[in-house]
């Protein structure tokens, strides 16, 4: 992405269908602007054209907007004497990338193979138990200090 002088975004990189944080720190802010609008739209013919108040804080103005696109961001800023930082003329604008798929989580697949997940779960519980008892009893039938438990006598 291109940096901009008085521009800042809250993410190194804007992600299509997801809020963005906007930062303008440029000359409205700079001229004490007691309102300021992030005028922004979408494409070469900026689409979904709309407009949002911004926050004044001690960092500049601020605002979120959703990047429901992916066209390019296109960025203006008025205050409310109408007064418009544009870029000298050129607008800001920057790019926008997909979301990433990689890590998108698809819900209707199902295990193709559930039997043998479950095969071989019971199969490792059995083999731990095993271990389990060999480790613990085989030593002390080998050194003979296993007892077993005393059985009561029946006197008929």
Not at 32 to 37: I, L
Not at 82 to 92: K, L, Q
Request: proline residues 3%; aromatic residues 14%.
């Amino acid at each position: 992405m291109e940096l901009v002088k008085n521009i800042f975004f809250n993410t190194d990189k804007l992600i299509a269908n997801s809020t963005v944080k906007i930062s303008y720190t440029g000359e409205l802010f700079q001229n004490g602007s007691e309102k300021v609008f992030a005028h922004y739209g979408f494409g070469i013919n900026w689409d979904k054209l709309a407009e949002a108040e911004m926050t004044k804080t001690e960092l500049g103005y601020q605002v979120e907007i959703n990047l429901d696109s992916e066209e390019p961001l296109n960025l203006c800023f008025r205050n409310s004497n109408n007064e418009w930082d544009n870029n000298n003329g050129s607008n800001y604008s920057f790019e926008i990338e997909s979301a990433p798929t990689a890590l998108t989580v698809v819900e209707d697949q199902e295990i193709q193979y559930p039997r043998r997940l479950r095969k071989s779960y019971i199969w490792s519980k059995k083999i731990k138990l095993a271990l389990y008892r060999i480790f613990r009893y085989f030593p002390k039938l080998i050194s003979g200090n296993y007892k077993k438990p005393a059985q009561e006598e029946d006197n008929v």
